[in-house]
């Protein structure tokens, strides 16, 4: 089975801090992504990435950044959390399908609920 | 951006009633996918549909995708309080786009 593990399952932090939501998958995908769920708006794509040291910006990256040093491995990063960014943060993974970079099936972990205060 | 509008929104019915939900939007799909998600979880694959008129189903879950490739739905049977999460559609268009979500339907299904 396909196993996506988010670092965190809740995190509260403060204004103007750093923060890092880690996210490791086993089964050899290129493509990693990071989403935002909250209600009323769905899920909304922040970075994905389809090759190590790879990103491309989705539909929402301000204020969030995103590294990838090896391919099991898809950091999400908040430079300065502010309180908007309080949400369900969700890491998903799939296989690189053709030239599509975000690919067909996506493998989602568990989510990391974010406050910040 | 293409849009997957996901209908009702909200549903709550009892057990052992039928229900469908709906997935619509104007573009092409190279294929769909279904997901659920229960609260504080992430969301998980149910099933994908690829051929424009295709019907799979799972145990009491139906799901059909539309002739034109454009439109899904999701048909369960005799519903049972296990059935209650989040559904998500998720439209794929084969290129560079990549994957589209809905927003979702609520499906509570009370004993």
């Known amino acids: 089975d396909v196993k996506v593990t988010q670092s965190s399952r809740y995190l509260v932090k403060r204004t103007g801090e750093k923060v890092f939501l880690e996210c490791v998958q086993d089964?050899?995908?290129?493509?990693m992504f990071w989403y935002r769920q909250d209600p009323g708006l769905g899920l909304r794509l922040i970075y994905f990435?389809?090759?190590?040291?790879?990103?491309e910006k989705g539909d929402i990256p301000e204020g969030y950044s995103v590294s990838r040093e090896k391919k099991e491995r898809f950091s999400l990063i908040l430079e300065s959390a502010s309180t908007n960014q309080t949400s369900m943060y969700l890491c998903?993974?799939?296989?690189?399908?053709?030239?599509?970079?975000?690919?067909?099936?996506?493998?989602f972990g568990a989510g990391t609920r974010l406050s910040v205060l | 951006t293409q849009l997957l509008e996901q209908s009702p929104q909200f549903l709550s019915i009892q057990e052992g009633e039928n229900l469908t939900v709906y997935c619509n939007s104007s573009?092409?799909?190279?294929?769909l996918q279904w997901y659920r998600q229960e609260p504080g979880e992430g969301p998980v694959l149910l099933v994908t549909?690829?051929?424009?008129?295709e019907v799979k189903k799972l145990k009491r879950l139906t799901f059909q995708f539309g002739d034109a490739r454009k439109d899904s739905s999701l048909h369960i049977t005799a519903a049972q309080p296990g059935d209650t999460g989040l559904y998500l559609c998720?439209?794929?268009?084969?290129?560079?786009?990549?994957?589209?979500f809905g927003k979702g339907t609520h499906l509570i299904i009370q004993p």
């Open positions: 089964m050899d995908h290129e493509n």
């Open positions: 549909v690829v051929t424009g008129g």
């Open positions: 998903a993974s799939s296989f690189f399908v053709g030239h599509s970079s975000r690919g067909d099936i996506q493998y």
């Open positions: 990435s389809y090759d190590v040291k790879m990103k």
């Open positions: 573009s092409v799909f190279s294929s």
């Open positions: 998720a439209g794929a268009e084969g290129g560079a786009d990549g994957l589209t």
